[in-house]
Structures are given as structure tokens and as C-alpha cells.
């Protein structure tokens, strides 16, 4: 069975900053790319940031570049994403994501999706 297990998030005043993790079981991971979806009300799902975790590649969407930050463990089994800079519009549930082999924009392409993390940034 295959586990995506998310933690962290909650809330937190602009400028400021959370962390989230995202524990994967069941799968292998060098064949899929780990990564963090959000949706907030009224919104499609869209793609924040994922990590391949085959080469370590990672991507981001354009409105989280150079504020977010993922990362894996050496074992593979966990990635984590680093949020700083939060801005009210990050406010959303976050969702952590798994997709077969590379990352993707598309929510329709995902494969695996964990329990949702709400992040709440005030302004």
C-alpha cells in the first residue's frame, strides 16, 4: 500500500516561514518524483515544487521560486519542503504528490496524493 504521509504546516504571519514533510512508503522511489501540490478555496490544484528522486531533480512553480526550497533524505523515504518568505496568497492545503518517474504541472498526471496540510499565512 502506498502511504503519503505529510506533516507539518500551520499557521504563520507573512515574512515568516514553516516547513513541511512528507514521509513516502510502498513505492520505489527511484522511479517516481516526490513532490507538494496546494489548492486553495475556489482554486485549482497546482503544482508547488517536486524532486525526482531517481537524479535529484527539482522543479518549482513560477509564484514559489526562490522562496521555497525542497530536499530529500539520503534514504529516500522523505522529502521536505522549506517555505519562507510566506505570503497570504500561499494560504492553501498543501498536498504531498507522488508522479511516475518525472514532475509534473499537471494534477491529472499524479499518481499517489497524500492527506492535504493546511498552511495558513496572515498578513
Known amino acids: 500500500e502506498v502511504q503519503l504521509q505529510a506533516s507539518g504546516g500551520g499557521l504563520v504571519q507573512a515574512g515568516g516561514s514553516l516547513s513541511l514533510s512528507c514521509a513516502a512508503s510502498?513505492?520505489?522511489?527511484?522511479?517516481?518524483?516526490i513532490g507538494w501540490f496546494r489548492q486553495a478555496p475556489g482554486k485549482d490544484r497546482e503544482m508547488v515544487s517536486c524532486?525526482?528522486?531517481?537524479?535529484?531533480?527539482?522543479n518549482y512553480g513560477d509564484s514559489v521560486k526562490g522562496r521555497f526550497t525542497i530536499s530529500g533524505d539520503d534514504a529516500k523515504t522523505t522529502v521536505y519542503l522549506q517555505m519562507n518568505n510566506l505570503e497570504p496568497e500561499d494560504t492553501a492545503i498543501y498536498y504531498c504528490t507522488a508522479a511516475a518517474v518525472f514532475c509534473t504541472l499537471s494534477a491529472l498526471e499524479i499518481d499517489y496524493w497524500g492527506q492535504g496540510t493546511q498552511v495558513t499565512v496572515s498578513s
Open positions: 510502498g513505492i520505489t522511489f527511484d522511479d517516481y518524483a
Open positions: 524532486i525526482s528522486r531517481s537524479d535529484g531533480t527539482t
